[in-house]
């Protein structure tokens, strides 16, 4: 499998510009993470699904920001507007299972997000 | 609510030094806890996960401890190279009742210099 897929890898917007990060799962894998990582806070958890349904949104800082899982291989998050201190690296993770028996995350090589 | 944290924040050691990287977490319920590396301008990679009942776990010349009634791992690098050099990150996964959510430390810069 070539692991998780992200895109685009580095994107450079004007603030109030609307953005959209894509994620490709591992296949097989019911689990979908988002991450925001910043030199202030690290690692914080946005969102994460379970066969495609949002199970948890709480880290999702504010209205600007959502996510949607169509399908088993295709994620998406977007912001709108964005703004200068959503400038961060985002990072979608995949597991194929939780709870007692949980494996490890794998990351996808994240997008590095800079709004101007 | 779990709180994750690595001390030292960076770590610069010679070659060929033995050197231990440690992690403290605030509840003991945990499932497991994860050590992950991070590369510069990579995603991170799993190293190792110790569950709940195991002291601790091995592979290569990492060993990585667990120790639930003091709060803490230790990720023990054993003969550290240059290409050891990266942030290490540890990682609490919460106890039954919990939700899926993986609780990171702000990680610890290895730096090992030829």
């Known amino acids: 499998d070539a692991g998780v897929i992200q895109s685009p890898r580095h994107e450079v917007t004007e603030m109030g510009q609307e953005v959209t990060l894509r994620c490709k799962p591992i296949?097989?894998?019911?689990?979908l993470f988002w991450y925001r990582q910043t030199m202030m806070r690290g690692l914080e958890l946005l969102i994460y699904?379970?066969?495609?349904?949002?199970?948890?949104d709480s880290g999702m800082p504010e209205d600007r920001f959502s996510a949607k899982m169509p399908n088993a291989s295709f994620s998406t998050l977007k912001i709108q507007p964005s703004e200068p201190r959503d400038s961060a690296v985002y990072f979608c993770?995949?597991?194929?299972?939780?709870?007692?028996?949980?494996?490890?995350?794998?990351f996808g090589p994240g997008t590095r997000l800079l709004v101007l | 609510k779990q709180e994750v944290t690595q001390i030292p924040a960076a770590l610069s050691v010679p070659e060929g030094e033995n050197l231990v990287l440690n992690c403290s977490f605030t509840?003991?319920?945990?499932?497991?806890l994860q050590w992950f590396r991070q590369d510069p301008g990579k995603g991170l990679t799993s190293l190792l996960l110790i569950q709940s009942s195991q002291r601790e776990q091995t592979s290569g010349r990492l060993n990585a401890s667990l120790d639930k009634s003091s709060g803490r791992s230790t990720l023990y690098i054993a003969a550290s190279q240059p290409g050891d050099s990266a942030t290490y990150l540890c990682?609490?996964?919460?106890?039954?009742?919990?939700?899926?959510?993986?609780?990171f430390g702000k990680g610890t810069k290895l730096t090992v210099n030829p």
């Open positions: 509840d003991s319920a945990i499932y497991n």
């Open positions: 699904f379970n066969n495609n349904v949002p199970i948890d």
């Open positions: 990682a609490a996964y919460p106890g039954q009742g919990g939700s899926e959510k993986l609780v």
């Open positions: 296949s097989g894998h019911d689990y």
């Open positions: 993770a995949s597991t194929p299972r939780a709870g007692a028996t949980q494996e490890t995350q794998y």
